[in-house]
Antibody, heavy 121, light 106 residues
Framework: EVQLVESGGGLVQPGGSLRLSCAAS????????MTWVRQAPGKGLEWVSV????????YYADSVKGRFTVSRDNSKNTLYLEMNSLRAEDTAVYYC??????????????WGQGTLVTVSS | EIVMTQSPATLSVSPGERATLSCRAS??????LAWYQQKPGQAPRLLIY???TRATGIPARFSGSGSGTEFTLTISSLQSEDFAVYYC?????????FGGGTNVEI
């Protein structure tokens, strides 16, 4: 079955750290770029970060730049998001997604079920 | 940053009716636009990419149009399973940005 499964979410204090994982199966993980998108409770979608198939191209949203680090291990078919210096406003469901790329167009055609990160004291 | 503005915020329609959702970009994004559907408690699902191409398995009642700064998602005859929140997303310029969403309700 083609799927993405996130894990690693939970409750963390402000200033703390957390590492999210996204396990891919059912497709050739190593040839696709991947992304993280988050959704605060009751709010819309916010793009967080993207990493290319080999990990050589990485972008972050300004809201997380310098605090979050995206990486991948193609031998384990797994995507990661290392989150440091967490703030209350980072509280959200974090989704990983696979993206398709044609020219400048990028769209997210497979999503995980999400993992909830709560930043609170 | 390109700002994506969706309207209306809420659209009240009846099953069988036509729904028209709008998405406007703050600057031209060519056809680098996707639409997603999200139901409560679920992950988003890709509906349309390249402004007008339906994703695999998406029913023909969903159609997308537009280019440049003005885009439309049309649901020709609403089914009960179509009541959800719809988001547009541009990929022309980093950072990638989403619209605020349109809630399609009964």
């Amino acid at each position: 079955e083609v799927q993405l499964v996130e894990s690693g979410g939970g409750l963390v204090q402000p200033g703390g750290s957390l590492r999210l994982s996204c396990a891919a199966s059912g497709f050739t993980f190593s040839i696709y770029g991947m992304t993280w998108v988050r959704q605060a409770p009751g709010k819309g979608l916010e793009w967080v970060s993207v990493i290319s198939d080999r990990g050589s191209i990485i972008y972050y949203a300004d809201s997380v730049k310098g605090r979050f680090t995206v990486s991948r291990d193609n031998s384990k078919n797994t995507l990661y998001l290392e989150m440091n210096s967490l703030r209350a406003e980072d509280t959200a469901v974090y989704y990983c997604a696979k993206y398709a790329l044609v020219g400048a167009a990028r769209w997210f055609d497979l999503w995980g079920q999400g993992t909830l990160v709560t930043v609170s004291s | 940053e390109i700002v994506m503005t969706q309207s209306p915020a809420t659209l009240s329609v009846s099953p069988g009716e036509r729904a028209t959702l709008s998405c406007r970009a703050s600057q031209s994004i060519s056809s680098n636009l996707a639409w997603y559907q999200q139901k409560p408690g679920q992950a988003p699902r890709l509906l349309i990419y390249g402004a007008s191409t339906r994703a695999t398995g998406i029913p023909a009642r969903f159609s997308g149009s537009g280019s440049g700064t003005e885009f439309t998602l049309t649901i020709s005859s609403l089914q009960s399973e179509d009541f959800a929140v719809y988001y547009c997303q541009q990929s022309s310029i980093w950072p990638l940005t989403f619209g605020g969403g349109t809630n399609v309700e009964i």
